[in-house]
């Protein structure tokens, strides 16, 4: 039988385990409404956080602002009323693996994110603005001034092609060629799905029960 302490330890877990599930949602919600600026709130103030993206990561809080494929202002929240007509952003999370570890003080997690998406730049270059768009997540979180904050993020994207085509027989330009602009630092080797490669890539690694956080998991260039 648990001892009151024991219970209390395990209820304690869960209900970060709740509050993190929760905290990642938002992020998608935020995204779907081109406000990942308002979301930047609930990341860590630590210098050392680490923004991983497929076009380029950022380290700092200072620097989150940066970290977008278009380089410009779209998502600051005063700024996505300037996004073109059709545009549409629809990245969800299933699958969740979520552990806390046994002190309590950080968290790490994945999630598979299938999701589609619209986009007027595409029509403008002659494509069809429909597209898939899936990937996969992986975070740390740290326990700070009472509650849950982002501290490391990573995204690894599989494949994102149009809507009416095959995606086996048409990924995407690889993005990293955008890694020169301002801001940026370095960039993973942009992963993505043909017909060439086994799919899945054993990535990210899923998190298993840990006491307390060292580095190593997830997070660095390739």
């Not at 990341?43 to 680490?50: A, K, L, P, Q, T």
């Not at 602009?181 to 990210?204: N, Q």
Request: charged letters at 25%; proline letters at 6%; glycine letters at 4%.
């Amino acid at each position: 039988m648990m001892t009151y302490d024991e219970m209390y330890f395990e209820a304690r877990k869960m209900e970060a385990e709740d509050q993190i599930h929760n905290l990642i949602a938002d992020y998608c919600f935020e995204h779907n409404m081109a406000l990942q600026m308002r979301y930047y709130s609930h990341w860590s103030r630590r210098e050392d956080i680490r923004h991983e993206m497929p076009w380029g990561n950022t380290t700092g809080h200072e620097h989150l602002e940066y970290n977008n494929p278009w380089a410009d202002r779209v998502r600051h929240p005063h700024d996505a009323r300037v996004l073109p007509a059709g545009s549409l952003f629809i990245h969800l999370i299933t699958t969740p693996i979520i552990e806390v570890a046994d002190d309590l003080q950080t968290a790490r997690c994945v999630f598979l994110s299938p999701g589609i998406e619209a986009s007027a730049v595409r029509a403008a270059e002659g494509k069809d603005m429909g597209a898939w768009a899936y990937s996969k997540y992986a975070f740390e979180l740290i326990f700070e001034d009472g509650e849950w904050k982002i501290w490391h993020s990573r995204i690894f994207p599989v494949f994102r092609n149009d809507y009416f085509k095959d995606f086996a027989k048409a990924p995407e330009a690889d993005l990293t060629a955008t890694k020169f602009r301002e801001g940026l630092e370095d960039f993973h080797a942009f992963f993505r799905y043909t017909p060439d490669c086994v799919m899945p890539k054993s990535e990210p690694e899923i998190p298993l029960p840990y006491n307390t956080w060292e580095p190593g998991w997830n997070f660095g260039v390739d």
